[in-house]
């Protein structure tokens, strides 16, 4: 008898699954790191010690975590709307364009106050019109949303090659990169933060763009699933045809969600430009665009999942760097590779330990079914 994992609770999807793929990956990273003569479980032990063991460690791992946060909710919003977004990359890179070009206008002249909000709504801003656009293509003309959110990554970066080279470069310095921030145009740091209260805490890169993570996660949250726009979304999604019947517009939607989605990956800029190197750099994107696909997969697109998945990969590029500077052999291509199998497991293979979960579970619920019918039986 086949099984459906339809037939499986939504915990059980949402939660179990992926905690048993995100095990299978581990096993198979255990075993190749067997292969090349080191051990796995000293391994993990240096890993999440440098991930977690220290205040410096767990403040770079939630620093990559809020990164990933962004652009795993980019992609998990084209998703529910029936797309998807592969251009988290270029989004960003026009996130940053904009944080850079007010905190150049704005960040000598006027107070933090009123510069951090501006920023954040001008990363928003144009990550929102890189994503609305490959959105109103899909829309109108029916081009696919993977070819043109790529071609958008390589548009992307030649403008921000260009900008960067050509009108914002700073004149005298031999890196290609803008002037410096001034003071208004800085986002704190966590332990800024903490010190104004009395707190003492190392400082890193971390920023309170992890509290503007935060709050993007529950806004789609919230959005998604208690509004009315939100339902609109997922049903154009899921039942396209349905949605035209109800009198969705389903245009209107597949351009917003683009829109949204872009505005999450633009927020990126934020925590790189604004929280990090207080300039625009070439290189702040750094493949975050394309690791948010895989936080999204692995937290099955829901908010809550998105960041617990993101801080996975918070902690193994956090303790991935400690684990190879401690451990002699074992490079940082080994952590890519672990990475990888996550991405292997938890999306092209997400749902090969679905039947045998599906079936465990119905195991267990035959006793009570017989158990309920011969109560009634009795009865």
Same mark, same amino acid.
């Given at each position: 008898m086949?099984?459906?994992?339809d037939e499986?609770?939504?915990w059980l999807?949402?939660?179990?699954?992926?905690a048993?793929?995100?095990?299978?990956?581990?096993?198979?990273a255990?075993?190749?790191?067997?292969?090349v003569?080191?051990?796995?479980?000293?391994?993990i032990v240096?890993?999440?010690?440098g991930?977690f063991?220290?205040?410096?460690g767990l403040?770079?791992?939630?620093?990559?975590a809020?990164?990933?946060v962004?652009t795993?909710?980019?992609?998990?919003?084209a998703?529910h709307a029936?797309?998807?977004?592969?251009?988290?990359?270029g989004q960003?890179?026009?996130?940053g364009?904009g944080?850079?070009l007010?905190a150049l206008?704005?960040?000598?002249t006027?107070?933090?106050?009123?510069?951090?909000?501006?920023?954040?709504l001008?990363a928003a801003?144009?990550?929102?019109?890189?994503?609305?656009?490959? !959105? =109103?293509l $899909?829309?109108?003309? @029916?081009? #696919?949303?993977v070819?043109?959110t &790529?071609m958008?990554?390589f548009? +992307? /970066?030649a403008?921000?090659?260009?900008?960067?080279l050509?009108?914002l470069?700073?004149p005298?310095?031999?890196?290609v990169?803008?002037?410096?921030f !001034? =003071?208004g $145009?800085?986002?704190p @740091?966590? #332990?800024?933060?903490?010190a104004? &209260?009395?707190?003492?805490?190392? +400082? /890193?890169?971390?920023n309170?763009s992890?509290?503007?993570?935060v709050?993007?996660?529950?806004?789609t949250?919230w959005?998604?699933w208690?509004?009315r726009r939100g339902?609109?979304?997922?049903?154009?999604? #899921?039942a396209?045809?349905?949605?035209r019947?109800?009198?969705?517009?389903?245009?209107a939607?597949i351009?917003?969600a683009?829109?949204?989605?872009?505005a999450?990956?633009?927020?990126?800029g934020?925590?790189?430009v604004a929280?990090v190197?207080g300039?625009?750099?070439?290189?702040?994107v750094?493949g975050?665009?394309?690791?948010?696909?895989a936080?999204?997969?692995?937290?099955r697109?829901?908010?809550?999942g998105?960041?617990m998945?993101?801080?996975?990969?918070?902690a193994?590029?956090?303790?991935?760097?400690e684990l190879?500077?401690?451990?002699?052999?074992f490079s940082r291509?080994?952590?890519?590779?672990?990475?990888?199998?996550?991405?292997?497991?938890?999306?092209?293979?997400?749902?090969?330990?679905a039947?045998?979960l599906?079936r465990?579970?119905?195991?267990?619920?035959?006793p009570?079914?017989v158990?309920?019918?011969?109560?009634?039986a009795h009865?």
């Amino acid at each position: 008898m086949s099984t459906s994992t339809d037939e499986m609770p939504r915990w059980l999807d949402l939660v179990v699954l992926p905690a048993v793929n995100l095990a299978m990956a581990l096993l198979v990273a255990g075993v190749v790191v067997w292969l090349v003569g080191l051990d796995p479980a000293q391994a993990i032990v240096l890993l999440v010690k440098g991930a977690f063991g220290s205040r410096l460690g767990l403040s770079y791992t939630l620093y990559y975590a809020t990164t990933f946060v962004f652009t795993g909710l980019a992609v998990a919003i084209a998703f529910h709307a029936g797309l998807f977004n592969i251009g988290g990359e270029g989004q960003a890179m026009l996130g940053g364009i904009g944080t850079a070009l007010v905190a150049l206008w704005l960040g000598d002249t006027l107070p933090a106050w009123v510069v951090l909000p501006a920023m954040v709504l001008a990363a928003a801003g144009f990550g929102m019109a890189w994503g609305a656009l490959p !959105g =109103a293509l $899909a829309a109108w003309r @029916g081009s #696919h949303t993977v070819i043109s959110t &790529i071609m958008f990554n390589f548009i +992307a /970066s030649a403008l921000l090659s260009w900008l960067s080279l050509n009108v914002l470069k700073e004149p005298g310095n031999m890196t290609v990169e803008s002037r410096a921030f !001034g =003071a208004g $145009a800085k986002m704190p @740091g966590i #332990h800024e933060a903490l010190a104004a &209260i009395g707190l003492d805490w190392p +400082a /890193s890169p971390l920023n309170l763009s992890l509290l503007l993570a935060v709050a993007a996660g529950v806004g789609t949250w919230w959005l998604l699933w208690h509004t009315r726009r939100g339902y609109e979304l997922r049903t154009v999604g #899921h039942a396209p045809e349905a949605a035209r019947y109800a009198g969705i517009r389903p245009r209107a939607q597949i351009i917003f969600a683009m829109g949204l989605s872009g505005a999450m990956a633009g927020l990126l800029g934020v925590n790189e430009v604004a929280g990090v190197h207080g300039r625009l750099l070439l290189d702040y994107v750094v493949g975050a665009g394309f690791a948010g696909i895989a936080v999204s997969l692995i937290g099955r697109n829901h908010p809550l999942g998105i960041a617990m998945a993101a801080l996975l990969f918070g902690a193994l590029y956090q303790g991935g760097a400690e684990l190879a500077f401690e451990l002699p052999g074992f490079s940082r291509d080994m952590i890519i590779t672990l990475q990888g199998l996550i991405v292997l497991f938890a999306g092209a293979m997400s749902q090969v330990a679905a039947p045998l979960l599906a079936r465990l579970w119905m195991r267990t619920q035959r006793p009570r079914a017989v158990a309920g019918a011969g109560g009634a039986a009795h009865g």
